[in-house]
C-alpha cells in the first residue's frame, strides 16, 4: 500500500469514528439528563457509553496503523 494515499484515508477514518463516539455520548447524556434522580439510569445510557469507548479505542488503533 501507498503510504501517501492510505494516511489521508485513515485520519479521515479516525475522525469519523471520533465523531460517531461523541455522538453516543451525547445521546447517552441527554438520556440521562432525562431521568429523574429517584429512577434507575436506563440501560441504555450504559450502551451507548460502551459504544462510545469502542469506538474511541477503535480511532486509537488507527494511530498506530497510521505509522
Do not use: I, K, N
Amino acid at each position: 500500500m501507498d503510504h501517501d494515499t492510505t494516511a489521508p484515508a485513515m485520519t479521515r477514518l479516525r475522525s469519523l469514528l471520533l465523531d460517531l463516539a461523541r455522538r453516543e455520548e451525547d445521546l447517552a447524556a441527554r438520556q440521562a439528563a432525562g431521568t429523574p434522580y429517584w429512577a434507575p439510569c436506563p440501560s441504555s445510557v450504559s450502551g451507548h457509553r460502551f459504544a462510545a469507548s469502542v469506538l474511541r479505542a477503535e480511532a486509537d488503533l488507527l494511530l498506530g496503523q497510521a505509522s
